[in-house]
């Protein structure tokens, strides 16, 4: 069977291989850094609404105990549902128990990573109820069989004249090359589909704790229209997305727009506070939301690497990684993808099966400077690297190495004479084939006759 | 003031060149170096590997060897946030480390210095090691630095601060990702027009001349302090 790790080399060679990839995402991540940079120039000062957004996620999430409990309180005061998931299996369970008891044949959802993290899609087609995407980016996802490529952007991958193929190939309409006519294809369908909805099924942005409401923040009021038009609302909702005060949106609101997409606030903003209530017209006849854990607590009592719970799911850092740039979002084989992911994934996942992601960084650090709410990103990948090794994840020969290596640097003296000898074999051509992942597309130096210790043995000092 | 030297490894036996002109630099300025015959690594490879017992040892043992001096200058960003930003972590956040400086930064803001008589008449663009720009805020110092350098001229590329791709062990375990990278960063220079990389950290141009060379580009790598070095 092929590991995680093997399948992560193959596909990450196969992808910075492919050239027309590299360049569609560089372009697409383009525009999005040119919207970014124009996103903060509106803030007076960047770094202090970040330092506010890291304290006030700090507040809450070592709190978090006491946030989840009064959100609880609050949710069923208005008439609200909640059923904490402590694993992906519980969740899925309850959204088809829920389902069975309303007598659900169609779902209607909108974008939620969340949801892609316990496979609800698989679940509930299996259990023969037709379940539709209706966010442009996972509709176009959902109708090729492929999994998002990247959190917030889930076809970044892929051109207009990709996109209007796979129309062509799947529902068999006219090639076209204008996005408003594609856009029209999805809606003519979708409209459809959310009439006929008998339950939708969301995420959050943020879930408020003292008001037991959940944000959700789009482009494309299909958010809206999902959690409007159907009987039944289910948001499910990792345990993370607190804060504490509703008055704090005026803060992540636009700090979630700005980080993600440059947009100053999203084109549609919901507050969801409850099901339809007496006086009104419309709104779902229920509201449910599914708390979830699903290994965010093994996180949460890691007091290192805690603050990677802060996480607001912007893609901030995805679109600034050399390496997520080069590979792509499907390399990764998890849901969330890039920095934060090789951050939480060993963590909410097998920490042995996905090591390998910790070390798939040059620890350029790019990701920590942008991320909104502060996270450390690239030290969590070095203290998940320090973990990895103490766990024993690494090869014997690797350890071997590193023993032999600092029994080495121990003595100037055992340093000098083997520097020597890998100066010598180097110069040899001897010692190339070691090299040799690295000097495949590349030519390693000729290393000098004499180091600086020899250099400063006969010239250094001064008499 | 007395100044110690530290040479990291990979610069003590590669590229000894960029030490030597970092000696003259300094001499040229009449600041007293010595250079501690005894200092090895500064544990980076383990450290970043995961092997933070093994960083540990050596890290203790820097600090031994350097712990007379007034400040120790280094020719690399990366082992200087090593030693600044990641000792700390493993020894303790109390514990007495030797205090060590980046080299343009130790020039620029330990000495005021920025114009060290130097001659370089070319046009150069500056590649931003990850270290030194985001563990140790360098951004400004070296193109003081460079801009104060006769007949040199400073041509900015696009991708100075992203990352070259060599990131030590990971260039050797996932090379066509760290491939990628050089290819990156080489194509930004060469939309210069620049005859020369410059940059703080040898590693990082290892990386960017290795792939310069395999494809006979015309673009040559220098280390900052051999440019500084030259009259």
């Not at chain 1, 088809?96 to 679940?123: D, Q, Y």
């Not at chain 1, 009592?301 to 792509?328: F, M, S, V, W």
């Not at chain 1, 001897?430 to 000098?448: C, D, H, I, S, V």
């Not at chain 2, 663009?125 to 104060?148: G, N, V």
Request: charged content about 20%; overall charge neutral; glycine content about 6%.
């Amino acid at each position: 069977m092929t590991t995680a790790s093997e399948q992560f080399l193959r596909d990450a060679a196969t992808k910075t291989a492919d050239l027309r990839h590299r360049a569609v995402i560089q372009k697409n991540i383009g525009s999005y850094d040119a919207a970014v940079t124009r996103g903060k120039s509106r803030y007076a000062d960047w770094q202090n609404a970040r330092s506010r957004a890291a304290a006030i996620k700090w507040e809450t999430i070592n709190h978090l105990d006491r946030y989840l409990e009064q959100f609880e309180r609050n949710v069923l005061e208005n008439g609200g549902h909640v059923f904490w998931a402590e694993t992906a299996v519980d969740a899925r369970e309850h959204v088809l128990l829920l389902a069975r008891r309303h007598g659900v044949r169609k779902v209607v959802k909108s974008k939620s990573m969340t949801t892609e993290e316990i496979h609800l899609n698989e679940a509930l087609e299996t259990a023969g109820i037709h379940t539709v995407e209706t966010d442009l980016g996972e509709y176009i996802c959902q109708i090729r069989g492929e999994p998002p490529y990247h959190i917030v952007t889930p076809v970044m991958h892929l051109t207009k004249a990709d996109i209007a193929q796979t129309f062509q190939e799947k529902l068999g309409t006219p090639p076209t090359d204008s996005a408003e006519e594609l856009a029209m294809i999805a809606r003519v369908r979708l409209r459809h589909e959310f009439m006929t909805a008998d339950m939708g099924i969301t995420g959050a942005n943020f879930a408020i704790a003292d008001t037991g409401m959940i944000a959700i923040t789009e482009n494309e009021g299909n958010a809206r229209l999902s959690f409007s038009l159907p009987r039944v609302h289910v948001a499910i909702v990792g345990i993370e997305k607190l804060i504490p005060h509703f008055e704090d949106l005026a803060l992540f609101w636009p700090l979630l727009s700005t980080s993600g997409t440059g947009q100053a606030i999203t084109a549609y903003s919901s507050l969801i506070g409850g099901p339809r209530q007496g006086c009104e017209v419309d709104g779902p006849q229920e509201f449910h939301v599914i708390l979830l854990d699903n290994g965010r607590t093994k996180l949460l009592a890691d007091a290192e690497q805690r603050d990677a719970l802060h996480c607001i799911r912007c893609g901030a850092c995805l679109n600034t990684c050399p390496i997520y740039k080069n590979i792509g979002g499907h390399a990764y084989g998890t849901t969330y993808q890039g920095p934060i992911g090789s951050v939480i994934t060993p963590h909410l996942r097998d920490a042995r099966e996905w090591s390998h992601l910790p070390y798939s960084s040059s620890l350029c650090g790019a990701c920590t400077d942008v991320c909104p709410v502060r996270i450390d990103l690239h030290h969590h990948l070095l203290h998940n690297r320090r973990n990895a090794i103490q766990h024993k994840f690494d090869s014997p020969i690797q350890r071997l190495l590193f023993g032999v290596w600092l029994w080495t640097m121990q003595s100037s003296i055992r340093y000098a004479v083997a520097a020597k000898l890998g100066r010598l074999a180097l110069r040899l051509g001897l010692a190339q084939p070691l090299l040799k992942p690295w000097t495949a597309k590349r030519e390693f130096p000729t290393p000098p006759k004499q180091s600086f210790k020899d250099y400063w043995r006969r010239h250094g000092p001064r008499t | 003031m007395r100044v110690a030297l530290f040479i990291p490894c990979f610069v003590d036996q590669l590229f000894p060149n960029a030490g030597i002109a970092m000696v003259t630099v300094l001499r040229r300025l009449n600041v007293d170096v010595y250079y501690p015959q005894e200092q090895t690594c500064c544990g980076q490879p383990a450290f970043n590997t995961g092997y933070w017992d093994e960083a540990r040892t050596l890290a203790k043992r820097y600090c031994e060897i350097f712990a007379g001096a007034d400040a120790v200058v280094c020719p690399s960003g990366s082992c200087t946030a090593m030693v600044r930003n990641f000792y700390p972590e493993l020894l303790g956040a109390q514990s007495s480390i030797p205090r060590t400086y980046e080299f343009a930064e130790f020039l620029v803001k330990q000495l005021g210095v920025t114009d060290v008589g130097a001659k370089f008449p070319a046009r150069v663009t500056y590649h931003d090691s990850c270290h030194a720009l985001r563990e140790l805020r360098l951004k400004d110092e070296p193109r003081q630095l460079l801009r104060k350098v006769q007949g040199l001229e400073l041509l900015e590329m696009d991708q100075a601060e992203t990352c070259c791709g060599f990131g030590g062990t990971f260039s050797v375990k996932f090379p066509m990702i760290s491939y990628a990278m050089d290819e990156v960063k080489v194509t930004s220079i060469q939309k210069t027009g620049a005859e020369y990389v410059v940059s703080g950290d040898s590693s990082c141009l290892m990386q960017i001349d290795g792939y310069l060379r395999r494809q006979n580009l015309p673009i040559k790598t220098i280390s900052l302090a051999e440019v500084l070095a030259s009259t």
